[in-house]
């Protein structure tokens, strides 16, 4: 065989298996969005904004794992996407041709890259560096909007695919498997599930959960911060920095706050403990979320705002939680785990609140293998076909409910109050009363939790009569309400009784309903003392902080971002008159002709 022959049947087979993959991903995978053909215009217009390169055929554009990856677009030639595999191999997940572009998720972040991407033959690639990738985001909002659907399909694809090369392997019900598996989903990392069941335990069962990396590395039972560092998935902010808004908690009141931000030009850092989605992307589904008729999940919406949030080129830092903020000059440092600072001119805690627990002997053991904070597609998996307990009043016990009688032989509502009226929406109340696979303990409470290694049965009693109910049940959903993350806050702004932080005017700090009682550090969402728990108020007080805060750098920096034609000009001669400073506007980067 010649040597042409000899490629010509390798691409082919090159493109079969890549066409396999993706008819794999099923009819509602959108392949027209994830692997779009730029129009002559957009090239045209690309050509701005890059370099044209040529590449000799086989040359690796990047690397799995390389982080901050530019965007080729293929101007000639043709580029392949390799998906690496447990197996060592790797396969092709698309061939990217004239007119198509490289780069999914991560092409936004600065994670490390879940796919390698090589030429097929000598190629011409118009080049696009990461800033100059902002700069169009920012300007050319049509090839904006296909590039980040193009990031969101790649990704999903990819994931479908379940080919990162990374295989999670544990104990099916450990709660640190379960631990593990959260992270993985939550951060969209394209991972592989090995269930051992409890028949198949050995020797070597102590040492798992284990996560065996594409390099053939296994990681023991590793903490979220070491797996998050070794897959790439840690970012971590500039410690020269100083930005200008730093965001504390990914929730929806972080990322809208970091949308808002970052859009209207602040150099914004979101600082994020665990993963994107806050409580709402413990949500399976969120029905009273304007615009959305048919509901959408915690996690689909988390996914979005943070992919909008890159868009406008926000800085996340994931994996590291705050532990400590003080006030130097005017200039707020954050002191992360393990010591990282990040220093900011406005900080925003959006760091929401965690489940509560009930308070029985046992508790501790069953979590994660028996007791539950969510009820997802993740754990919905444990309760096919069997009775399970929803626990508490609110519209997240609610939900969670109508959810699982989806899945679950019948559901145990437990409520202590007299009734849901009080507490759960009307929408929800309807829905529970017409189903026949709830029945509804008002007035009761768990009093007993027993099992072996996971939990196996379960009394409760009514408080009113005393009578005692047990049931043979290893599935416990705990939905009694959450207490706020603001223990890192303790001794700086003032807390209410609850550990809530005290805001706005009503507390007698600033004149902003969002602001703290320390200056330049406001509080908004479910962390914010009489909030409404809720995604919507949540998002409304996210986005709507981030005008006090133009207010405060304005107020402070006596240098206003702003065109010379802006309302902010003639405020500017009002502060430079007053301190008597020869003080000039300064044009922020972001603004056109500065
Ligand atoms: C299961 C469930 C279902 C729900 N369903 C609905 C619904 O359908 N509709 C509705 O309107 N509301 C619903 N809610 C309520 C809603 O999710 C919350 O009101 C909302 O998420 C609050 O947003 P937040 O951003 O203020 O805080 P959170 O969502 O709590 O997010 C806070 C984030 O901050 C991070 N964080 C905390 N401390 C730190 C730190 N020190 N450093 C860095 N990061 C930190 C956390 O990891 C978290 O990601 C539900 C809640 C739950 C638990």
């Given at each position: 065989m010649n040597n042409l022959n000899e490629q010509t049947q390798l691409d082919t087979a090159a493109e079969t298996i890549a066409e396999t993959l993706l008819k794999s991903l099923g009819a509602e995978f959108r392949s027209e969005l994830a692997f779009p053909e730029l129009t002559e215009d957009m090239i045209e217009r690309l050509r701005g904004y890059g370099e044209q390169?040529?590449?000799p055929a086989n040359a690796t554009l990047y690397a799995h794992g390389d982080r901050k990856i530019d965007m080729f677009v293929v101007l000639e030639g043709e580029v392949d996407i390799f998906l690496p595999s447990a197996e060592g191999d790797a396969k092709i997940y698309v061939r990217h041709r004239k007119n198509n572009v490289t780069g999914e998720f991560n092409l936004l972040n600065s994670q490390g890259a879940v796919v390698e991407a090589r030429t097929v033959f000598p190629s011409t690639l118009l080049r696009i560096s990461r800033t100059q990738l902002r700069r169009l985001m920012r300007t050319e909002g049509d090839i904006a909007n296909v590039i980040v659907a193009a990031c969101i399909w790649r990704r999903i694809g990819i994931l479908k695919a379940a080919s990162s090369g990374v295989v999670l392997k544990g104990l099916h019900g450990d709660p640190k498997m379960m631990l593990l598996q959260r992270f993985f989903v939550r951060n969209n990392y394209p991972h592989r599930i090995v269930d051992v069941s409890v028949d198949e335990r050995d020797n070597n069962s102590a040492s798992l959960p284990v996560v065996v990396l594409s390099d053939g590395r296994s990681l023991r039972r590793p903490s979220v911060a070491q797996l998050a560092d070794e897959l790439g998935i840690?970012?971590?902010?500039?410690?020269?920095?100083?930005?200008?808004?730093?965001?504390?908690?990914?929730?929806?009141?972080?990322?809208?706050?970091?949308?808002?931000?970052?859009?209207?030009?602040?150099c914004t850092t979101v600082i994020e403990g665990i993963a994107p989605g806050g409580q709402a992307g413990a949500s399976s589904k969120i029905e009273n979320y304007l615009g959305f008729p048919a509901g959408i999940s915690g996690q689909q919406l988390?996914?979005?705002?943070?992919?909008?949030?890159l868009k406008f080129g926000v800085q996340f830092a994931i994996s590291r939680e705050v532990i400590a903020i003080k006030q130097v000059n005017?200039?707020?440092?954050?002191?992360?785990?393990?010591?990282?600072?990040?220093?900011?001119?406005t900080v925003v805690v959006a760091s929401g609140a965690r489940y509560r627990k009930l308070d029985l002997d046992n508790y501790v053991k069953y979590e994660n293998c028996g007791l539950y904070y969510a009820a997802t597609a993740m754990e919905a998996v444990l309760c096919r076909d069997q009775e399970v307990i929803v626990v508490g009043g609110g519209n997240s016990a609610g939900q969670a409910s109508l959810y699982l009688s989806g899945v679950a032989k019948h559901v145990h509502h437990i409520v202590r109050g007299p009734s849901f009226a009080e507490t759960m929406s009307q929408y929800l109340i309807s829905r529970i009363k017409n189903s026949s696979h709830m029945t509804v303990y008002t007035q009761s409470e768990i009093v007993a939790l027993e099992g072996d290694s996971s939990l196996r049965r379960v009394t409760w009693v009514n408080l009113n009569t005393g009578e005692r109910t047990i049931r043979d049940i290893s599935t416990v959903f705990v939905m009694i309400g959450a207490e706020p993350n603001t223990g890192w806050l303790f001794g700086t702004v003032r807390l209410d009784k609850k550990g809530f932080i005290l805001t706005g005017n009503a507390a007698g700090f600033d004149n902003s309903p969002y602001a703290t009682s320390m200056s330049g550090i406001y509080a908004v969402g479910d962390a914010r003392a009489n909030s409404v728990k809720r995604v919507a108020s949540a998002v409304g007080e996210g986005s709507v902080v981030i005008s006090y805060i133009h207010r405060y750098l304005?107020?402070?920096?006596?240098?206003?971002?702003?065109?010379?034609?802006s309302t902010l000009a003639?405020?500017?001669?009002?502060?430079?008159?007053?301190a008597g400073v020869n003080a000039q506007i300064v044009l922020h980067p972001s603004f056109p002709g500065a």
């Open positions: 390169v040529p590449f840690t970012e971590l902010p500039d410690p020269e920095m100083i930005c200008d808004v730093a965001v504390v908690g990914a929730g929806p009141a972080g990322l809208a706050a970091g949308v808002y931000a970052a859009s209207e030009g602040l988390a996914t979005r705002a943070q992919l909008q949030a005017g200039i707020h440092k954050l002191t992360l785990q393990d010591g990282i600072q990040v220093c900011a001119r304005a107020d402070h920096r006596h240098e206003f971002s702003a065109q010379p034609n003639p405020l500017h001669s009002v502060a430079a008159a007053t």
